[in-house]
């Protein structure tokens, strides 16, 4: 048993049952005589690791047949200029959602390929909130939408999944493009209302240096820009199972483990009940107290990252130290922000967060 519990915003706390096994199958995988990352990426034993964690990520998130899933690298980062590489198609121009510093990312990238068009925004409410749907104005002829799910740095996450066919302008039939890097598999979704959601695995389900893409499959026909390189089309890799080059292999194998995991834990629905009950008790604790404040509308308030402020900003440096005192660590804010972020993925126990909210509930006490 560690004696830490770890706040960070990514690369992220991973299950320790999944960090067990790795312990234990890291000289010799099931008797192969080879620890995973001294496997071909061809050979039969990865190739039934990949396998693996693929299938047990379709039954988790119910993927439908038609949907591809790719193991890429370059992080989600890259997928920002992916998307609109493969995805801009004839009409060279799309739509984006903004709500915060990653969907201002994925525009500023996007804008280096073609026409981006905001179709809704929350700057003016200081990036606190998700804008409605009815708020979205979406240009007919954008090749797709893209949204980010969950912004890691504002603790914004969106409650609902935009539904297209009930936006306003006919716009039923674009796909919606979802970043999805900080809230995958926290909650049973509903692949079938995308075209293509990416997610960096080191927020949620595995170690940093992989980034899973599921992409339905008619988006493989778009042409993407001309003269892109191979490794940067989707189709290569999907022709490819994810094989045309080497994958991250460890990556991949601790990702299958925690697919694993999950399972065993009761699915997205059982982890989505764990989430609730984790979020809730640094919020209640937040909005029942005048010494911590949490700048976030309620109904858009992340149960991933949670940011929070003290009343006075110059007990920061020692809410910190104590936090840290108590095995509390990384808990302090991006440095865009300032104040607290707790960061409370899948894999962080119940206790984790109890152990957060009697430190605070306590610090209050001595210092309000
Ligand atoms: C962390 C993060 C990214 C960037 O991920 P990298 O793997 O570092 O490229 C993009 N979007 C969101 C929502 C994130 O949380």
């Not at 004696?3 to 960090?19: D, K, M, Q, R, T």
């Not at 764990?274 to 029942?288: S, V, W």
Request: proline fraction near 5%.
């Amino acid at each position: 048993m560690r004696n830490i519990y770890n706040f960070s915003a990514g690369p992220a706390v991973l299950p320790e049952e999944v960090l067990e096994q790795a312990r234990a199958e890291m000289l010799d995988w099931h008797g192969s005589g080879m620890s995973v990352m001294e496997m071909s990426h061809r050979g039969k034993e990865f190739m039934s690791i990949a396998d693996k964690a693929e299938s047990d990520m379709r039954e988790l998130a119910a993927i439908p047949a038609n949907y591809k899933i790719l193991f890429l690298q370059g992080g989600a980062s890259s997928q920002f200029a992916m998307v609109p590489l493969n995805l801009l198609g004839r009409s060279g121009k799309a739509d984006y959602v903004q709500t915060g510093q990653w969907s201002e990312k994925a525009v500023g990238e996007a804008k280096n390929f073609g026409s981006i068009h905001i179709a809704a925004s929350s700057e003016s409410d200081g990036f606190n909130s998700v804008p409605l749907l009815a708020q979205w104005r979406i240009s007919t002829d954008a090749a797709y939408v893209h949204y980010t799910s969950n912004e890691t740095i504002g603790g914004v996450e969106f409650q609902w999944t935009p539904d297209l066919s009930a936006a306003e302008g006919d716009c039923k039939d674009i796909p919606l493009v979802a970043d999805m890097s900080s809230n995958f598999l926290s909650r049973p979704l509903d692949v079938g209302k995308f075209g293509l959601i990416y997610a960096g695995a080191q927020k949620n389900v595995g170690p940093a240096g992989l980034v899973v893409v599921i992409i339905r499959e008619d988006l493989l026909d778009v042409a993407p820009l001309s003269g892109i390189p191979a490794m940067l089309r989707y189709k290569t890799h999907a022709d490819n199972a994810s094989m045309y080059n080497t994958p991250p292999t460890y990556a991949i194998y601790i990702m299958g483990l925690v697919m694993e995991w999950l399972k065993r834990q009761g699915g997205l629905v059982a982890i989505e009940q764990r989430n609730i009950a984790k979020a809730r008790l640094i919020y209640d604790l937040i909005d029942g107290s005048n010494f911590y404040r949490c700048p976030v509308n309620r109904a858009d308030r992340s149960r991933m990252n949670i940011p929070f402020t003290l009343r006075d900003p110059s007990l920061d440096e020692i809410f910190l130290k104590l936090a840290q005192t108590r095995g509390l660590i990384q808990l302090k804010g991006h440095r865009s922000v300032g104040g607290m972020r707790a960061s409370i993925y899948n894999a962080m126990p119940l206790e984790g967060v109890q152990a957060l909210a009697n430190f605070m509930q306590e610090f209050e006490k001595n210092h309000a």
